[in-house]
């Protein structure tokens, strides 16, 4: 059986959590069992209020169905986000997660797609809810470190979710240095930086996972103003076209303008060079336009610089008034829908023109 339909077996799991949390009461000051159905649609009070400094973990377990019908759904990676009070919302990086409170108040949990925001308080338009599916979370409150309250569970749990956790924080690494994520697509891991075995670069390894990461820049755009990179891609997580929603897996850089709206450059499996086509996700499909610069496998597996002269791109592929300046630059890779594998390294990534070079990083 496919693992997105594994994942509703919500009863047994819960309950083993719930036996798991018995065994060693004296780790964690409150803990919760939540489960969040889709169809609910809103933000739901754990009953848990922190105070700022408490490590908290969540160990969650299910999916959201986009398309049951064709078996295309989300894990927790995508779909669970928490917010302290009124905000701001953020995402688990991984089915487990822990986090440190950044504030004192109620936690708050929802299931809801990455990228379907309308602001960072958490609102949402009703339309974006999915219809099918659930997550069940426990929610830990550590009386001391997270490290070892897990330590202290981890011989009584049989869902595997804490001896998860541990693997995952022993081997997380730290964001590539001056990038974050996009706040409305949230966490991710797929990210980091690496400086052994060849130039520096930014290293993405993406698998039934999505993440955007952001460089903010403040730079006047002018006609001979271009985006040059060079990267190294060694697989594609879509062997179809990536211009329809339940194919959209694919790799880019972009860049995003001052008026909301974003460019991005990706490497199709199959549409021809130079093909634009707007995002064909909702609310995406009012901001963000692709440009396809490369397509196919052939060039794959080498090391290839790219130059593209973002005026020009932007009146051919989206015309209207162009914008003035260039606010950030952005890493995208998402393979949710096909549940593939995306490999990809950055490195010299800069904003040129006639006044000079805006380095991006990492650089040789």
Same mark, same amino acid.
């Given at each position: 059986m496919d693992p997105a339909r594994q994942a509703e077996d919500h009863e047994d799991v819960e309950a083993r959590l719930t036996l798991m949390l018995e065994t060693a009461p004296d780790a964690f000051s409150a803990s919760a069992i939540v489960r969040l159905l889709a169809s609910e649609g809103e933000w739901r009070a754990t009953g848990i209020d922190l105070l700022e400094g408490q490590e908290v973990s969540l160990l969650s377990h299910g999916v959201l169905w986009i398309a049951r019908e064709a078996n295309i759904g989300v894990k927790p990676n995508l779909?669970?986000?928490? &917010? !302290?009070?009124?905000?701001? !919302?953020?995402?688990?990086? %991984?089915? @487990?997660?822990?986090?440190?409170?950044? &504030?004192? #108040?109620?936690?708050?949990? !929802?299931?809801?797609?990455?990228?379907?925001? $309308?602001? *960072?308080?958490? +609102?949402?338009?009703?339309a974006s809810v999915l219809p099918e599916g659930a997550?069940?979370? %426990?929610? !830990?409150?550590?009386?001391?470190? #997270?490290? *070892?309250?897990? +330590?202290?569970?981890?011989?009584?749990? @049989?869902?595997?979710?804490?001896?998860?956790?541990?693997?995952? $924080?022993?081997?997380? &690494?730290?964001?590539? @240095?001056?990038?974050?994520?996009?706040?409305?697509?949230?966490? @991710?891991?797929?990210?980091?930086?690496?400086?052994?075995? #060849?130039?520096?670069r930014i290293t993405c390894r993406c698998r039934a996972d999505a993440g955007i990461l952001k460089y903010p820049t403040d730079v006047a755009l002018n006609a001979d103003t271009e985006l040059v990179w060079s990267w190294l891609v060694e697989a594609l997580p879509s062997v179809v076209a990536e211009d329809q929603a339940i194919t959209h897996d694919y790799l880019s850089i972009a860049v995003e303008f001052d008026n909301g709206r974003d460019l991005t450059y990706l490497w199709s499996s199959c549409l021809p060079v130079e093909t634009s086509f707007p995002c064909p996700l909702p609310w995406w499909d009012k901001h963000e336009t692709h440009i396809v610069v490369r397509s196919g496998t052939k060039d794959l597996h080498r090391w290839i610089e790219e130059s593209r002269p973002i005026l020009s791109d932007y009146r051919k592929a989206v015309g209207g008034e162009a914008p003035a300046r260039i606010v950030g630059v952005w890493l995208i890779a998402l393979s949710p829908f096909q549940r593939g594998t995306g490999i990809c390294d950055y490195t010299n990534i800069r904003i040129q023109d006639s006044a000079g070079d805006v380095l991006i990083g990492p650089h040789a």
């Open positions: 779909a669970l986000w928490y &917010r !302290i009070g009124d905000g701001p !919302i953020a995402k688990v990086a %991984a089915a @487990t997660f822990s986090f440190m409170a950044e &504030r004192s #108040g109620p936690l708050f949990l !929802i299931n809801h797609l990455s990228g379907q925001w $309308l602001d *960072e308080n958490g +609102a949402f338009d009703p997550l069940s979370v %426990a929610v !830990i409150v550590w009386n001391g470190s #997270g490290a *070892e309250g897990l +330590a202290a569970l981890s011989e009584h749990d @049989t869902t595997a979710l804490v001896s998860a956790e541990q693997d995952r $924080l022993a081997t997380e &690494r730290p964001m590539p @240095t001056g990038w974050s994520p996009l706040w409305r697509v949230g966490r @991710t891991s797929m990210f980091c930086e690496e400086s052994t075995d #060849g130039p520096p």
